[in-house]
């Protein structure tokens, strides 16, 4: 069984880095042909898709973003990590961490992380 843990900083304050790990047990983020994700929702919204980096290493970004944003892993640990540049308030959200064996089929989530932008 496939399980994601989302950990980090419940607040950030603007203009900062927010920083998220998701560390991964019962499967490595180096199997063919898994990619995992960042997904967000913000209060009164739906969920977003943030950006992914699969199995290879490549990344890959929404578009719509405002914020900065880059994510990387430590296959040693078997964590992957978000993080969301020159933050504002409207980054303010529930981030979940999430495994997609290809073709956006969202199959494994953590049990997400709030995260509040505010001085």
């Known amino acids: 069984q496939v399980q994601l843990q989302e950990s980090g900083p419940g607040l950030v304050k603007p203009s900062q880095t927010l920083s998220l790990t998701c560390t991964v047990s019962?499967?490595?983020?180096?199997?063919?042909?898994?990619?995992w994700n960042w997904i967000r929702q913000s209060p009164g919204k739906g969920l977003e898709w943030i950006g992914s980096?699969?199995?290879?290493?490549?990344?890959y970004y929404s578009p719509s973003l405002k914020s900065p944003t880059s994510i990387s892993r430590d296959t040693s640990k078997n964590q992957f990590t978000l993080q969301l540049s020159s933050v504002t308030p409207e980054d303010t959200a529930v981030y979940y961490c999430?495994?997609?064996?290809?073709?956006?089929?969202?199959?494994?989530w953590g049990q997400g992380t709030q995260v509040t932008v505010s001085s």
């Open positions: 999430v495994r997609d064996p290809g073709l956006a089929r969202y199959e494994y």
């Open positions: 019962g499967g490595s983020i180096t199997t063919n042909y898994y990619y």
């Open positions: 980096i699969a199995y290879s290493g490549s990344t």
